[in-house]
């Protein structure tokens, strides 16, 4: 059976994420500094001593859970994957470790995303929402009607597993499908504290941004397949994974199928490596069969 590892996305972050690495790790020490010079300020003091309200600007915090990811896999010993995919951001630590990409192109292009993805925001205030309870194809139905109906950008985001669905879009148009999932029956649908619409239309302004970056910057050949946001299947093709990965800012983030693709391909283990324990929970929740562990 085969070993899949898996990186988190934004929302894992916590005051002092790393310090136990930074200060326990030589190597880890180089890599924390080696970031703090390509993104030109110290993302280490943040991690270290920033509130969480520092910690959620996008342009800090996807470089954090970003380098956190990375220093966190690299501890593990003799770590061999079969297969690997992230969540979102997690999926550039994921293309860091199946060899796809430098560490330093990686956290390059997470920098010009976070950044991206924050001017976006600006430009159309926007947000999302959990939608607990419901299947998939009824808040997609809704979502379709909403827009149908108001003209509002809706869509659904993120498949997380089974009964949990993270909508997108104008903070009209998700107050109104909030509404509309709980009088069908959803058992929570709930604003998220986040700065915009992720995973939707309303993120074609960082698209571009992201592709230009995408564009001027090396891809290899994987060493292991990726499981991609975009696509929920293997890829190990290194153009496909640059169209994969540029299409990711604007389409869902297809975890429930990406997860079950793995599984399918005989995966057995997940090893999540990161902040938090977010996707260990989501994976048991998709086949509670799965064996889930972390380091962080």
């Known amino acids: 059976m085969k070993h899949a590892y898996v990186f988190p996305g934004q929302g894992s972050q916590f005051p002092g994420m790393g310090v136990e690495h930074y200060q326990n790790s030589v190597f880890s020490k180089k890599l924390f500094e080696q970031a703090n010079e390509i993104l030109d300020f110290r993302i280490s003091d943040i991690m270290f001593r920033g509130t969480e309200e520092d910690l959620k600007q996008t342009k800090v915090t996807q470089p954090a859970v970003f380098l956190h990811s990375i220093i966190a896999y690299r501890s593990i010993e003799n770590a061999k994957p079969d297969m690997v995919a992230g969540h979102s951001l997690g999926e550039f630590s994921a293309l860091v470790v199946n060899g796809t990409l430098s560490f330093e192109d990686a956290l390059s292009l997470v920098s010009v995303r976070a950044q991206a993805m924050q001017r976006a ?21 809704i979502c379709t009607e909403v827009q149908k109906e108001t003209g509002e950008v809706v869509v ?18 998700i107050e109104i499908a909030c509404e509309r999932m709980k009088a069908a ?35 290899h050949t994987p060493v292991c397949s990726v499981y991609q946001n975009a696509v929920a299947k293997a890829v190990r093709d290194a153009n496909e994974i640059k169209v994969n990965l540029i299409d990711q800012l604007t389409s869902p983030v297809r975890w429930t199928q990406s997860v079950q ?14 902040p938090g324990k977010v996707l ?3 994976i048991l929740k998709i086949n509670k069969e799965m064996i889930v562990e972390g380091v962080s």
Request: aromatic share 4%; hydrophobic share 40%; with cysteine.
């Open 121 to 141: 925001c600006e430009l159309n205030p926007s947000t999302m929402a959990a939608v607990l309870g419901l299947t998939d194809e009824k808040v997609e139905s």
């Open 156 to 173: 659904a985001a993120n498949y997380n597993c089974p009964g949990q669905l993270v909508i997108s879009g104008s903070l009209r148009g």
């Open 185 to 219: 029956g959803a058992k929570r649908a709930v604003i998220l504290p986040v700065g915009g619409a992720f995973h939707s239309p309303l993120m074609k302004p960082a698209r571009e941004d992201l592709q230009a970056a995408i564009e001027k910057t090396r891809f």
């Open 261 to 274: 693709a793995m599984i399918a391909d005989g995966a057995s283990t997940f090893t999540e490596a990161g």
């Open 280 to 282: 260990q929970g989501l």
